[in-house]
């Protein structure tokens, strides 16, 4: 997260004691390091307190100034191409997917990154999610199983995961994980079908505890999901457009199914959207396709049945995938499939949108959730992006002392 100078003097008066104690040892501080302190000191409720609002703290995020801070290639582990990264909420570590059927989970720490777990599979991983806690990350399967992983740093790399459950007869296509701890997997014969089931226990009971639902109606082949932060619903991108359905806690459960609340169209040019994101405060969706249909902005504020696209991007950037918008919903990233390069896009402005940065060969990208640091992955190697600081403007004693 930061070094502990950096935060001293945020917070009450104990966070300062316990953040230059910390400095004193020459210990960069994680935010899970601050959590796993707050157990043990007098003031709790004001500590955790402070944690909450530093969890939600975000920086501005400003593409013109992300420096390239260092690159980090896996020369001892044939990894492939990485093909999926998530960000791990809470903790400096993303998640990733790679083309050989590895999942790596990495702590992306000052000037370096380290492998903390190497998982290897008999069977294919598909698609990874994880949750907005950070405490755990799902993985689906071509067999149709999904595996629970706890994240927690005190178990040995390698662990089973913590709970193996089979939701589809054929392989997963698309993978969420709600805020209320709920999985949303997507798969079948050919990827129709939305199955939900609660997660809210990590134990061994939970395949006797488990509620499922299923999605009812023809949307088509379930591409990419994604959940609103803002009302907890499920976003769905499919060869048919995209839908809006309701958390599995709300009213419009039916003898477990679920259908959706909106339907959400692109123009004449076809419906076959594969990947989805929305803003941060609900309002906004963007679906896009590696398809080139189009890559289409959405205003999810009204009521309607139906939402028509609020604009649409660049017809050049029409072959897109892994749509995502900064923490501060002000811009927009996504890959260009055609060149393999990332692009970032001004959110605010999308009648006039002006390209802001492009990175060549790159299959995957992660956001810290500050909002400071951008995470880019190719071909067995992970470039990390800092906010650079503006240098001072020195004055002109200072100047003149410098010359003497």
């Not at 927690?152 to 296509?173: E, I, Y």
């Not at 990208?365 to 995470?375: M, N, P």
């Not at 190719?378 to 003149?400: L, T």
Request: glycine letters at 8%.
């Amino acid at each position: 997260m930061k070094n502990a100078r950096s935060l001293i003097g945020v917070g009450h008066d104990v966070v300062g004691k316990i953040l230059r104690g910390l400095d004193n040892a020459g210990k960069d501080v994680t935010l899970a390091d601050l959590e796993n302190l707050a157990d043990r000191q007098p003031l709790v409720e004001e500590f955790a307190q402070f944690l909450v609002s530093l969890r939600d703290r975000t920086f501005p995020f400003r593409p013109k100034r992300l420096k390239l801070a260092y690159s980090h290639k896996f020369n001892n582990i044939a990894i492939g191409n990485i093909v999926e990264m998530h960000l791990l909420r809470g903790r400096d570590e993303v998640v990733m997917r790679t083309s050989n059927g590895r999942i790596l989970q990495c702590r992306i720490e000052p000037g370096k990154l380290e492998v903390i777990r190497d998982h290897g599979f008999e069977t294919l991983p598909t698609v990874i999610a994880t949750a907005p806690s950070g405490r755990y990350f799902a993985v689906g399967f071509s067999d149709g199983k999904v595996f629970l992983f706890n994240s927690g740093l005190d178990t040995p790399c390698g662990r089973k995961p913590s709970v193996v459950v089979k939701l589809h007869h054929d392989s997963v296509s698309a993978l969420a994980i709600s805020a209320k701890e709920f999985l949303i997997s997507a798969g079948g014969e050919r990827s129709e079908k939305i199955s939900i089931i609660s997660v809210s226990s990590l134990d061994r009971e939970f395949e006797n505890n488990r509620k499922q639902y299923l999605s009812q109606g023809d949307f088509g082949k379930i591409n990419a999901l994604a959940i609103n932060p803002a009302t907890d619903e499920i976003l769905v991108a499919t060869s048919k457009g995209c839908f809006v359905f309701p958390h599995p806690e709300s009213m419009y459960i039916e003898n477990y199914r679920i259908l959706p609340t909106k339907k959400i169209i692109g123009e004449d040019e076809g419906n076959n959207f594969t990947s989805i994101a929305v803003s941060p405060d609900g309002s906004l969706l963007v679906a896009g396709s590696n398809h080139g249909i189009g890559t289409y902005l959405f205003r999810l504020e009204n009521n309607d049945e139906a939402v028509a696209s609020h604009a649409r991007l660049d017809v050049e950037h029409s072959f897109v995938d892994q749509l995502a918008f900064t923490p501060d919903g002000k811009f927009l990233v996504y890959i260009n499939v055609v060149s393999d390069s990332i692009i970032i896009w001004d959110a605010t402005k999308p009648g006039e949108i002006e390209r802001l940065l492009e990175r060549p060969k790159c299959s995957s990208f992660a956001i810290s959730e500050k909002g400071d640091r951008l995470i880019l992955a190719g071909s067995g190697e992970v470039f990390v992006f800092c906010d650079a600081p503006r240098r001072k403007k020195s004055s002109r004693s200072e100047r003149a002392k410098s010359s003497d």
